[in-house]
């Protein structure tokens, strides 16, 4: 028991000492406010002095690569010199890429029994449908979108169905267009039986999304809240858990943008479960029974 508890008291020492190096050392950390400033700029995401544990935690492995002596010597560099590559892995590292598929089944559920159904009428004429998964991560959400869609809607074989899903990280993005996924990845919210027939068991035993899924879904880049390309107007936005790293006014500049995709009258705007839009004239609140969506208003 005693020599359990000296390990205990020698790991701890040398966590304490690893913290020290690359947390709480004496450079400076006058440089954080600016640098909270350049990341809500560049890429929309508000952080304060509360959330120094991410920025050692998400950063140490850059600043190390880089032979800083700290994580706070490396963000003064960053501060210091024009927005390069370095700058883009720095916000990459300090962005959340949670994400599963189907995740909140209530959605899913809502754009199989109603929402989808509702647009395929309203599209029956010139066929066509326009889906858009923003911060789409890894693209879990895209690929359960169109299992949804092969699944429920057999009809639509000869429609022009497009998803464009878009993210910020180029790496991400990588991971998504290669439609590869771990085995706990394809376990969080996949149905087996949608495993055993859209996807293809590597043998190092990831699994790989079949092509004919994978064709459906259009991987680019996109910062919310840099320049926007022209995009075409879409049928229904899925903006779900994004919303909440921003500021009120990047939210409502975002919204804003989003509002001039959507097609008029019947264009939908998912957000997350957590998220809510509030004394805004742009939209308006749809309730189905167990979630809510938006339409924009003229």
Not at 78 to 85: A, M
Not at 252 to 265: A, C, D, F
């Amino acid at each position: 028991m005693q020599t359990l508890f000296y390990q205990s008291i020698k790991w701890l020492k040398r966590l304490t000492s690893e913290h020290a190096k690359w947390g709480c050392s004496d450079v400076s950390k006058e440089s954080l406010p600016q640098f909270f400033t350049l990341i809500e700029k560049q890429i929309g995401i508000a952080l304060d002095n509360t959330k120094q544990y991410l920025l050692e935690s998400r950063l140490q492995p850059l600043a190390k690569q880089g032979g800083h002596a700290d994580v706070y010597s490396f963000i003064k560099q960053l501060i210091q010199s024009p927005v390069d590559s370095l700058h883009r892995q720095a916000f990459e590292a300090l962005t959340t890429n949670e994400t599963s598929f189907f995740r909140d089944n209530h959605v899913f559920n809502a754009l199989k029994s109603t929402i989808l159904p509702g647009l395929i009428e309203s599209r029956r004429v010139d066929k066509t449908l326009r889906i858009w998964s923003c911060a789409c991560s890894s693209g879990q959400e895209a690929i359960s979108i169109a299992i949804l869609i092969r699944e429920s809607f057999p009809e639509l074989y000869d429609w022009d169905i497009v998803i464009n899903a878009t993210d910020i990280s180029e790496s991400i993005l990588e991971k998504a267009r290669s439609g590869i996924y771990n085995a706990m990845e394809v376990r969080r919210g996949l149905d087996p039986i949608y495993t055993e027939k859209y996807f293809t068991k590597l043998e190092n035993g990831n699994f790989q999304i079949e092509p004919s899924i994978k064709k459906m879904i259009h991987y680019s880049a996109h910062n919310l809240v840099g320049a926007w390309p022209s995009f075409s107007k879409f049928d229904l936005i899925l903006l779900r858990n994004v919303l909440i790293y921003f500021n009120q006014e990047v939210k409502n500049n975002v919204l804003k943008k989003i509002k001039q995709q959507l097609r008029p009258i019947d264009g939908i705007l998912i957000l997350g479960a957590a998220e809510s839009i509030y004394a805004d004239d742009l939209y308006r609140l749809q309730s189905l029974e167990k979630i809510t969506y938006y339409k924009a208003n003229k």
